[in-house]
């Protein structure tokens, strides 16, 4: 099968191995996949990974135990459980400690004509969700998340409310911000691209160019969605003492940091990673967000090692991998 392969480098590989499906596992034709900002880690030796990267995409059931399944259309949650280890066996199976991950830890994604996971991952979508917003099904149950970890209404200040500011104007930041935005947040997009912070203004969000922001630690909740140590630094800055900083960013490169704020400030600190992929596939059939604008080029398979150059480039958003 044709597949995109990371082993030291990212290469295009047009005769794979095909996956085999076994143990309760589906056998997943890939429509389309998305590139995400972990992808692009993964290239630079995130998680020490090496095979097929992908975890973002929608797909055909080929082969399935569940006959049910068969000919479905389906997105699938990323991470391949035990079931049996004390994590799942106590709810918290998405921190499995004998997980892998698709496309980012022991198990092969969907940046490829075929991909497997376990039924159980899969979820069927309804017509209502088309390929385009499928893709997009992982990353906003990632957003999603963020309102399990946080009570955004449970201490409101004297006007009520909280005040929310996302640090980052890339593709998680803007799915963050629509999500927070429909749970009634006055939510604040702080990005470094005009384009981007358009869109925000297009959903009527407020945002700020970030050459503009002077930190007054005076926010509530501060999400970090950059996917850089400086990100993580501007929310230490930001935030209220005693308020919440939710990192979503994951980096690779390390960067010496002064956590002492968190001390001084009595800063709680959540990371935030997998969400609920149910959730998001209800926001996207009710169009609850807007996820189109967010596409912002498709390129083939074949040119897949492009594609993530042009998916790091500043500015871009969405690219979505084809596999016709
Ligand atoms: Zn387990």
């Given amino acids: 099968m044709r597949a995109l392969f990371f082993e030291k480098s990212l290469s295009y590989h047009p005769r794979h191995p095909e996956p085999s499906a076994s143990d309760g596992d589906a056998l997943l034709k890939v429509r389309q996949a998305g590139i995400c900002g972990t992808d692009l880690e993964i ?29 479905q259309r389906v997105v699938g949650e990323i991470n391949i459980v035990c079931g049996r280890c004390d994590l799942c066996l106590s709810g918290l199976s998405s921190h499995c400690r004998n997980r892998s991950v698709l496309g980012i830890h022991k198990h092969d994604g969907a940046f490829a004509e075929f991909v497997r996971l376990p039924s159980v991952n899969l979820h069927v979508l309804p017509r209502t ?26 201490k409101p200040d004297s006007r009520g409310r909280k005040w929310v500011t996302v640090l980052g104007d890339g593709r998680l930041g803007l799915l963050v911000a629509q999500v927070l935005r429909n749970a009634n947040c006055p939510v604040r997009v702080i990005g470094k691209h005009p384009d981007k912070l358009a869109l925000c203004e297009k959903w009527q969000i407020r945002s700020r160019p970030l050459a503009d922001i002077a930190p007054r630690h005076d926010q509530d909740v501060v999400v970090d969605c950059t996917g850089s140590a400086d990100g993580f630094e501007l929310a230490m800055q930001m935030v209220r003492p005693r308020g919440v900083i939710v990192l979503k960013s994951t980096v690779a490169g390390a960067k010496p940091l002064n956590l002492s704020p968190l001390v001084v400030d009595e800063i709680t600190l959540i990371g935030s990673r997998c969400g609920p992929f149910r959730e998001a596939i209800r926001a ?22 492009d594609a993530f150059d042009l998916a790091r480039r500043p500015g871009v958003l969405k690219v979505l991998l084809t596999m016709e």
Avoid: T, W
């Fill in 129 to 154: 969700v088309d390929d385009d917003a499928a893709v997009f099904v992982e990353p906003l149950a990632a957003a999603c998340q963020i309102l399990k970890q946080i009570k955004l209404d449970a």
């Fill in 43 to 71: 290239v630079h030796g995130y998680m020490g990974f090496h095979g097929v990267p992908g975890h973002e995409f929608v797909a055909d059931v080929v082969s399935a135990n569940d006959k049910n399944l068969v000919g």
């Fill in 284 to 305: 996207l059939a009710e169009k609850q967000v807007d996820v189109a604008s967010l596409i912002y080029r498709r390129v083939r398979l074949e040119q897949g090692v």
